[in-house]
């Protein structure tokens, strides 16, 4: 099973983009001592050549769970600024964190919708309010209900109701997947200096 590693330099200067692309190579090379596997799925570049303002990893193998835990928190290379001349900072500070990437897709299956015919009332004539030609729709999976009244023969209230059933369905996937991406992209404003949970060295 795999698992995803967000690394990112937030709002920091641009030694932290230096220090983010030392720090993710650090890690990498720790993973194939331990034989797991990591692959950038997608990095955004600093503003000088080799360094990253955030890079994506996915960590697979065995033990991938745990070593992305190992790598996560504050994450602080220590080394002089190559921008900068003189003594001054030497600790630059990225930020880990694992993310969701997969969010998954609901399989709509008509067996799970439990399609029940019923009577509404309001204009359609006689043959609306006598014949049970409404439909009462119910997807068990996930609890939406609809009610789909609008024709007057029942074939096709069915087939409308299991229409927004599934344009429902999608809608709630839709949302699933925008608010897992705003997740994965707060983590750039998380970064908290000081007290880290790893430092590494040249």
Known sequence: MAVHLMVSAGRGPQECSWALARLVGRLEADAAKRKIRTRRVETVAGERAGTFRSVLLEIGGDGAAAFAASWSGTLCWQAPSPYRAGPGRKNWYVTAQPCSMDVARTVFDEADVEIVPTRTGGPGGQHRNK?????RA???PSGIVVVADTERQFSLNRSIALRLIRE???AGDTAAAQAAETARWRIHDELVRGDPTRIERP
């Open 131 to 135: 014949a049970s030609t409404a439909v």
């Open 168 to 170: 429902r369905l999608h």
């Open 138 to 140: 119910t997807h068990r």
